[in-house]
């Protein structure tokens, strides 16, 4: 199944530039692995240690937040689109 992801400006370094790429797989997890073949360095950048969607990383599935759906499980369709956007932190001051 192709699956496009938009890829954010920190990451776009790892797929030259492209603001946009389409990776293979049944769920988030396997899209994820898909990236890092494809483009190496993704992954570590996006789940951590344990295997876990990284806290300041969030990935949306057709506009829905993975974490409210199965996590990295989510399955995803042919035609589906991810987002990857970092967290954005700050205060008031």
């Keep these: 199944m192709a699956v496009t992801v938009k890829i954010p400006t920190p990451l776009?370094?790892?797929?030259?530039?492209?603001?946009?790429v389409d990776a293979?797989?049944?769920t988030?997890?396997?899209?994820?692995?898909?990236?890092?073949?494809s483009y190496p360095g993704m992954k570590e950048r996006l789940v951590d240690e344990s295997g876990d969607l990284r806290h300041f990383v969030n990935i949306y599935l057709n506009g829905?937040?993975?974490?409210?759906?199965?996590?990295?499980?989510?399955?995803?369709?042919?035609r589906d689109?991810?987002?990857?956007?970092?967290?954005?932190?700050?205060?008031?001051?």
């Design 64 to 78: 829905e937040d993975v974490r409210y759906l199965a996590g990295l499980n989510s399955a995803v369709g042919d």
């Design 81 to 93: 689109e991810l987002s990857i956007v970092p967290a954005v932190a700050g205060g008031l001051r």
């Design 28 to 37: 988030i997890g396997a899209i994820v692995e898909s990236l890092d073949a």
């Design 12 to 20: 776009r370094k790892l797929t030259n530039g492209a603001t946009s």
């Design 24 to 26: 293979e797989g049944s």
